[in-house]
């Protein structure tokens, strides 16, 4: 789970009233993994230039990929 996209989410259902609620729920599942794919999936595809020079990717903080794992 990713905290920057589930955290506000489950922040916003506490404060709308309830800490936990049933309608919640498939919006807390997207919110997981489906979503944070996209976002950072995405991002990834298109920022291999950049991430190539980041020290902080290819670790534990981030991934890195090839050129030859796109498709064009």
Do not use: C, H
Not at 9 to 34: I, K, M, Q, S
């Amino acid at each position: 789970m990713w905290i920057n996209t589930i955290g506000p989410a489950v922040v916003g259902v506490w404060l709308a009233g309830d800490l936990w609620r049933w309608e919640a729920l498939p919006l807390l599942l997207w919110l997981t993994l489906p979503f944070n794919l996209l976002i950072y999936g995405v991002n990834d595809v298109f920022d291999q230039e950049t991430d190539a020079k980041n020290p902080r990717k290819g670790t534990l903080e981030g991934a890195r990929i090839s050129p030859r794992e796109v498709r064009p």
